[in-house]
Each structure stands twice: as structure tokens, then as C-alpha cells.
């Protein structure tokens, strides 16, 4: 149980990471609304998972400790990464930009 409780924090804080990207994805050409209602359903469960967060490092585990912040640093690097990927692709396909051989 000790070690599904470790990967349990370890997986919501990498989902708080990576929901906190979720707040910009909603598409441009949906009504307002819509949007809002869409934006602030992800905020609720993201704040749902991090007050659990919380509330596991909050039982003075350093195992639940360090998965917390193993999960929040996963989910952090999991989310530059696709930033990162999509930055470099949205560079290499413009027709300026020709990367050159050394």
C-alpha cells in the first residue's frame, strides 16, 4: 500500500504540472462561455489535486515528500519539453529558416 500511495502523489503532482498547461488550450474560435465554464472545470481539478498533495506531505512522510516532488519536477520537464518540441518545430517549418549542415 506504501508503494501505491508513493506513485498515487507521485502521479497528481505530475498532473497538476501538466494541467496547469491545459489552462491555455482551450481553442480560439469557442464561444466565451464555453471557455470559461471549460477553464475553470480544469482549475477545480487541478486544485483538487494539489490540496491532496498537500494533504499527503502534510503526514510527515519523506517518501510522500520526495514523490511530491518527483511528481511536480516529472510534470514541470514533461511540460517544457512539449514546449520546447512545438517552439523548434513551429521554427524549423517556416520556409526562412533552413537549418544548414556543418
Not at 49 to 73: D, E, K, Q, T
Not at 74 to 81: A, T
Amino acid at each position: 500500500m506504501y508503494v501505491l500511495a508513493l506513485f498515487f502523489v507521485l502521479f497528481l503532482g505530475a498532473a497538476i504540472e501538466m494541467m496547469a498547461m491545459l489552462q491555455a488550450a482551450v481553442k480560439p474560435g469557442t464561444r466565451p462561455i464555453l471557455g470559461a465554464f471549460i477553464q475553470a472545470g480544469v482549475y477545480i481539478v487541478r486544485m483538487c489535486f494539489a490540496y491532496m498533495v498537500m494533504l499527503s506531505v502534510m503526514s510527515y512522510n519523506v517518501g510522500i515528500f520526495i514523490a511530491a516532488l518527483a511528481g511536480h519536477g516529472i510534470g514541470f520537464f514533461v511540460v517544457k519539453i512539449r514546449a520546447l518540441t512545438k517552439e523548434t518545430e513551429q521554427q524549423y517549418s517556416s520556409p526562412d529558416c533552413i537549418p544548414s549542415k556543418i
